[in-house]
Protein backbone atom coordinates (compact mmCIF):
# COMPACT_ATOMS: atom_id res chain seq x y z
CA UNK A 1 0.00 0.00 0.00
CA UNK A 2 0.89 3.29 -0.64
CA UNK A 3 -0.33 6.95 0.54
CA UNK A 4 0.13 9.06 -2.30
CA UNK A 5 -1.22 13.43 -2.33
CA UNK A 6 -2.67 14.42 -5.37
CA UNK A 7 -2.73 18.61 -5.47
CA UNK A 8 -4.08 20.10 -8.88
CA UNK A 9 -3.98 23.93 -9.30
CA UNK A 10 -5.84 25.46 -12.48
CA UNK A 11 -5.76 29.12 -12.57
CA UNK A 12 -7.68 31.48 -15.24
CA UNK A 13 -6.21 35.14 -15.76
CA UNK A 14 -8.41 37.26 -18.15
CA UNK A 15 -8.10 40.79 -19.48
CA UNK A 16 -10.87 42.24 -18.16
CA UNK A 17 -14.11 41.02 -15.69
CA UNK A 18 -16.13 38.42 -17.35
CA UNK A 19 -19.15 36.02 -16.51
CA UNK A 20 -18.25 32.68 -15.97
CA UNK A 21 -20.58 30.22 -17.89
CA UNK A 22 -21.01 26.86 -15.66
CA UNK A 23 -17.65 24.29 -15.57
CA UNK A 24 -17.43 20.48 -15.13
CA UNK A 25 -14.52 19.24 -13.28
CA UNK A 26 -13.14 15.51 -13.52
CA UNK A 27 -10.39 16.00 -10.72
CA UNK A 28 -11.48 13.24 -7.95
CA UNK A 29 -10.05 10.01 -8.40
CA UNK A 30 -12.08 6.68 -9.26
CA UNK A 31 -12.62 4.53 -6.05
CA UNK A 32 -12.66 1.13 -5.64
CA UNK A 33 -10.69 -1.74 -4.35
CA UNK A 34 -7.66 -0.80 -5.69
CA UNK A 35 -8.16 2.85 -4.31
CA UNK A 36 -9.48 4.75 -0.98
CA UNK A 37 -9.79 8.32 -0.33
CA UNK A 38 -8.80 9.55 2.39
CA UNK A 39 -9.59 13.11 2.11
CA UNK A 40 -10.32 15.97 -0.36
CA UNK A 41 -9.95 19.57 -0.29
CA UNK A 42 -11.77 21.80 -3.54
CA UNK A 43 -11.19 25.30 -3.14
CA UNK A 44 -12.36 27.58 -6.24
CA UNK A 45 -12.25 31.54 -6.46
CA UNK A 46 -14.85 33.42 -7.05
CA UNK A 47 -18.03 32.37 -5.04
CA UNK A 48 -19.34 29.67 -6.20
CA UNK A 49 -22.17 26.63 -5.80
CA UNK A 50 -21.51 23.05 -6.83
CA UNK A 51 -23.01 19.95 -7.32
CA UNK A 52 -21.92 16.16 -7.53
CA UNK A 53 -23.00 13.74 -9.66
CA UNK A 54 -21.67 10.22 -11.18
CA UNK A 55 -21.66 10.16 -15.25
CA UNK A 56 -22.78 6.77 -17.39
CA UNK A 57 -19.10 5.91 -17.10
CA UNK A 58 -19.52 6.03 -12.95
CA UNK A 59 -16.87 8.89 -13.36
CA UNK A 60 -17.51 11.32 -10.01
CA UNK A 61 -18.39 14.72 -12.02
CA UNK A 62 -18.44 18.40 -10.43
CA UNK A 63 -20.76 20.70 -11.74
CA UNK A 64 -19.70 24.87 -10.37
CA UNK A 65 -22.18 27.75 -10.97
CA UNK A 66 -20.54 31.05 -9.95
CA UNK A 67 -22.16 33.72 -8.66
CA UNK A 68 -20.57 36.91 -9.80
CA UNK A 69 -18.10 37.89 -12.06
CA UNK A 70 -14.16 37.63 -11.81
CA UNK A 71 -10.78 38.36 -13.75
CA UNK A 72 -9.14 35.39 -12.19
CA UNK A 73 -10.76 31.61 -11.89
CA UNK A 74 -8.98 29.69 -9.53
CA UNK A 75 -9.74 25.93 -9.17
CA UNK A 76 -7.31 23.98 -6.57
CA UNK A 77 -7.91 20.27 -5.75
CA UNK A 78 -5.60 18.41 -3.17
CA UNK A 79 -6.80 14.17 -2.28
CA UNK A 80 -4.94 12.14 -0.32
CA UNK A 81 -5.71 8.36 -0.90
CA UNK A 82 -4.14 5.13 -0.70
CA UNK A 83 -2.83 3.14 -3.18
CA UNK A 84 -3.36 -0.55 -3.50
CA UNK A 85 -2.46 -1.89 -6.33
CA UNK A 86 0.81 -3.83 -5.18
CA UNK A 87 0.68 -6.93 -8.02
CA UNK A 88 -0.27 -5.27 -11.12
CA UNK A 89 0.47 -8.79 -13.12
CA UNK A 90 -1.43 -11.23 -10.34
CA UNK A 91 -4.76 -11.68 -12.83
CA UNK A 92 -6.02 -14.75 -15.12
CA UNK A 93 -7.65 -14.17 -17.88
CA UNK A 94 -10.76 -16.59 -18.74
CA UNK A 95 -10.05 -19.83 -20.67
CA UNK A 96 -11.98 -19.19 -23.77
CA UNK A 97 -9.86 -15.26 -24.00
CA UNK A 98 -6.90 -16.25 -22.93
CA UNK A 99 -5.78 -16.89 -26.68
CA UNK A 100 -6.51 -14.18 -29.60
CA UNK A 101 -8.33 -14.56 -31.63
CA UNK A 102 -11.45 -14.40 -29.19
CA UNK A 103 -14.78 -13.88 -29.06
CA UNK A 104 -16.65 -12.25 -25.73
CA UNK A 105 -19.47 -14.10 -24.71
CA UNK A 106 -22.88 -12.50 -25.56
CA UNK A 107 -23.90 -10.84 -22.84
CA UNK A 108 -20.42 -9.14 -22.45
CA UNK A 109 -20.76 -8.06 -26.21
CA UNK A 110 -23.86 -6.60 -25.30
CA UNK A 111 -22.26 -4.62 -22.78
CA UNK A 112 -19.19 -3.42 -24.55
CA UNK A 113 -20.20 -2.28 -27.62
CA UNK A 114 -19.64 1.04 -26.91
CA UNK A 115 -16.19 0.11 -26.52
CA UNK A 116 -15.68 -1.62 -29.76
CA UNK A 117 -16.95 1.38 -31.81
CA UNK A 118 -14.14 2.93 -33.67
CA UNK A 119 -13.72 6.72 -32.69
CA UNK A 120 -11.61 7.37 -36.02
CA UNK A 121 -13.26 5.28 -38.93
CA UNK A 122 -11.29 7.24 -41.27
CA UNK A 123 -7.90 5.76 -39.94
CA UNK A 124 -9.19 2.05 -40.33
CA UNK A 125 -7.55 1.59 -43.51
CA UNK A 126 -4.46 3.22 -42.72
CA UNK A 127 -4.37 1.05 -39.26
CA UNK A 128 -4.63 -2.42 -41.20
CA UNK A 129 -1.98 -1.59 -43.34
CA UNK A 130 0.58 -0.37 -40.44
CA UNK A 131 -0.67 -3.62 -38.40
CA UNK A 132 0.25 -5.71 -41.58
CA UNK A 133 3.64 -3.89 -41.43
CA UNK A 134 4.39 -4.83 -38.11
CA UNK A 135 3.35 -8.53 -37.97
CA UNK A 136 0.88 -7.47 -34.96
CA UNK A 137 -2.30 -9.01 -34.52
CA UNK A 138 -1.56 -11.37 -37.21
CA UNK A 139 -1.76 -15.43 -36.48
CA UNK A 140 -2.71 -16.77 -32.96
CA UNK A 141 -1.23 -15.49 -30.06
CA UNK A 142 -1.68 -15.18 -26.16
CA UNK A 143 -3.54 -12.87 -25.78
CA UNK A 144 -1.89 -10.69 -22.94
CA UNK A 145 1.51 -11.54 -24.90
CA UNK A 146 -0.32 -9.50 -27.81
CA UNK A 147 -1.31 -6.11 -25.49
CA UNK A 148 1.76 -6.43 -24.18
CA UNK A 149 3.87 -6.28 -26.99
CA UNK A 150 1.50 -3.90 -28.88
CA UNK A 151 1.94 -1.46 -25.40
CA UNK A 152 5.69 -1.79 -25.26
CA UNK A 153 5.73 -0.85 -29.69
CA UNK A 154 4.84 2.73 -28.75
CA UNK A 155 7.10 3.14 -26.49
CA UNK A 156 9.86 1.66 -28.59
CA UNK A 157 9.12 3.48 -32.00
CA UNK A 158 7.68 6.54 -31.19
CA UNK A 159 9.10 10.08 -29.35
CA UNK A 160 7.07 11.27 -26.37
CA UNK A 161 6.23 14.94 -26.33
CA UNK A 162 4.67 17.01 -24.30
CA UNK A 163 2.05 18.73 -26.37
CA UNK A 164 0.75 21.95 -25.16
CA UNK A 165 -2.05 22.17 -27.64
CA UNK A 166 -5.23 21.28 -26.36
CA UNK A 167 -7.20 18.35 -28.21
CA UNK A 168 -5.82 14.82 -29.50
CA UNK A 169 -3.97 13.67 -31.95
CA UNK A 170 -5.98 11.21 -34.44
CA UNK A 171 -3.92 7.99 -34.71
CA UNK A 172 -2.75 8.42 -38.40
CA UNK A 173 -1.32 11.90 -37.10
CA UNK A 174 0.91 10.15 -34.22
CA UNK A 175 1.77 7.31 -36.71
CA UNK A 176 2.97 9.64 -39.27
CA UNK A 177 4.68 12.04 -37.56
CA UNK A 178 6.16 9.53 -35.30
CA UNK A 179 5.35 11.62 -32.03
CA UNK A 180 2.81 12.35 -29.56
CA UNK A 181 1.71 13.27 -25.61
CA UNK A 182 0.38 10.37 -23.61
CA UNK A 183 -3.18 11.15 -24.71
CA UNK A 184 -2.27 10.24 -28.13
CA UNK A 185 -0.78 7.42 -27.61
CA UNK A 186 -3.25 6.30 -25.71
CA UNK A 187 -5.80 7.24 -28.09
CA UNK A 188 -3.70 5.16 -30.73
CA UNK A 189 -3.98 1.86 -28.35
CA UNK A 190 -7.08 2.22 -27.80
CA UNK A 191 -8.33 2.41 -31.84
CA UNK A 192 -5.77 -0.25 -32.52
CA UNK A 193 -7.34 -2.27 -29.81
CA UNK A 194 -10.78 -2.45 -31.16
CA UNK A 195 -9.54 -2.65 -34.34
CA UNK A 196 -8.46 -5.83 -33.09
CA UNK A 197 -11.95 -7.01 -31.88
CA UNK A 198 -10.82 -6.26 -28.06
CA UNK A 199 -12.93 -3.62 -26.18
CA UNK A 200 -11.12 -0.92 -25.28
CA UNK A 201 -11.60 2.92 -23.18
CA UNK A 202 -9.43 5.92 -22.76
CA UNK A 203 -8.42 7.02 -18.91
CA UNK A 204 -7.20 10.37 -17.50
CA UNK A 205 -5.99 10.60 -14.69
CA UNK A 206 -2.18 10.97 -12.55
CA UNK A 207 1.01 9.69 -12.57
CA UNK A 208 3.47 9.19 -9.53
CA UNK A 209 6.71 10.20 -11.03
CA UNK A 210 9.15 10.47 -7.75
CA UNK A 211 11.74 12.43 -9.95
CA UNK A 212 8.83 14.66 -10.58
CA UNK A 213 7.65 15.09 -7.14
CA UNK A 214 8.42 18.86 -6.75
CA UNK A 215 6.46 20.39 -9.97
CA UNK A 216 4.80 20.07 -12.81
CA UNK A 217 4.00 16.93 -14.87
CA UNK A 218 2.19 14.60 -13.59
CA UNK A 219 -1.24 14.53 -15.26
CA UNK A 220 -1.17 11.41 -17.75
CA UNK A 221 -3.39 9.44 -20.06
CA UNK A 222 -3.91 5.70 -20.65
CA UNK A 223 -6.09 2.72 -22.04
CA UNK A 224 -7.98 0.08 -20.23
CA UNK A 225 -8.50 -3.38 -21.98
CA UNK A 226 -11.41 -5.69 -21.48
CA UNK A 227 -9.99 -9.03 -20.53
CA UNK A 228 -12.49 -11.70 -19.88
CA UNK A 229 -11.70 -12.58 -16.29
CA UNK A 230 -10.11 -9.66 -14.92
CA UNK A 231 -11.76 -6.90 -16.58
CA UNK A 232 -11.01 -3.47 -17.35
CA UNK A 233 -7.27 -3.92 -17.07
CA UNK A 234 -4.62 -0.97 -17.29
CA UNK A 235 -1.92 -0.58 -20.30
CA UNK A 236 0.14 2.47 -20.28
CA UNK A 237 1.48 2.83 -24.27
CA UNK A 238 4.10 5.58 -23.18
CA UNK A 239 5.76 3.76 -20.95
CA UNK A 240 5.37 0.54 -22.28
CA UNK A 241 3.53 -1.31 -18.77
CA UNK A 242 1.21 -2.43 -16.90
CA UNK A 243 -0.75 -0.08 -14.71
CA UNK A 244 -0.13 0.20 -11.46
CA UNK A 245 -0.31 1.49 -7.79
CA UNK A 246 1.63 4.67 -9.52
CA UNK A 247 -1.56 5.19 -11.73
CA UNK A 248 -4.51 6.95 -10.29
CA UNK A 249 -6.80 6.86 -12.56
CA UNK A 250 -9.79 9.69 -12.08
CA UNK A 251 -12.41 9.57 -15.57
CA UNK A 252 -12.77 7.04 -18.29
CA UNK A 253 -14.39 7.66 -21.32
CA UNK A 254 -15.35 6.08 -24.76
CA UNK A 255 -13.51 9.12 -26.54
CA UNK A 256 -10.24 10.42 -25.43
CA UNK A 257 -11.48 13.99 -25.95
CA UNK A 258 -14.34 13.71 -22.98
CA UNK A 259 -13.04 13.74 -20.02
CA UNK A 260 -10.48 17.08 -19.40
CA UNK A 261 -10.25 17.60 -16.20
CA UNK A 262 -11.64 21.64 -16.35
CA UNK A 263 -14.10 22.57 -18.76
CA UNK A 264 -16.19 25.64 -19.08
CA UNK A 265 -16.23 28.79 -21.04
CA UNK A 266 -16.46 32.14 -19.97
CA UNK A 267 -18.54 35.48 -21.63
CA UNK A 268 -17.34 39.06 -21.81
CA UNK A 269 -13.96 38.93 -23.48
CA UNK A 270 -12.35 38.74 -26.81
CA UNK A 271 -8.47 38.17 -25.64
CA UNK A 272 -7.37 34.82 -24.87
CA UNK A 273 -7.20 34.35 -21.07
CA UNK A 274 -3.54 33.21 -19.62
CA UNK A 275 -3.82 29.61 -18.14
CA UNK A 276 -1.41 28.06 -15.47
CA UNK A 277 -1.53 24.35 -14.33
CA UNK A 278 0.55 23.18 -12.05
CA UNK A 279 0.14 19.51 -10.36
CA UNK A 280 1.74 17.84 -8.37
CA UNK A 281 1.92 13.47 -6.89
CA UNK A 282 4.11 12.90 -3.72
CA UNK A 283 4.38 10.27 -1.62
CA UNK A 284 3.43 10.28 1.75
Known amino acids: MQKLQVSHLTEYTFANFV ?28 AFNIRWHRDVHDNSVATV ?3 EAAARLSIFSEIILEHYQDAPLDFVVADYAVNYPFQYQAWEE ?14 QAFLHTWLEQSGIGHGPAETYVLLDRLNKWFTQNLNYLMREEPGVQTPVATLKSGSGSCRDYAALYMETCRLLGMACRFVSGYLHVPDMEMGYGSTHAWAEVYLPGPGWKGFDPTSGELTSRLHIPVAVARHPEWVPPVA ?21
Open 19 to 46: TLEPHRLLLRPREGHDIRILSSRLDITP
Open 65 to 67: NFE
Open 110 to 123: ADLAPYLQLNYPAD
Open 264 to 284: GSFIGSSQTPTLNVNVQVKAL
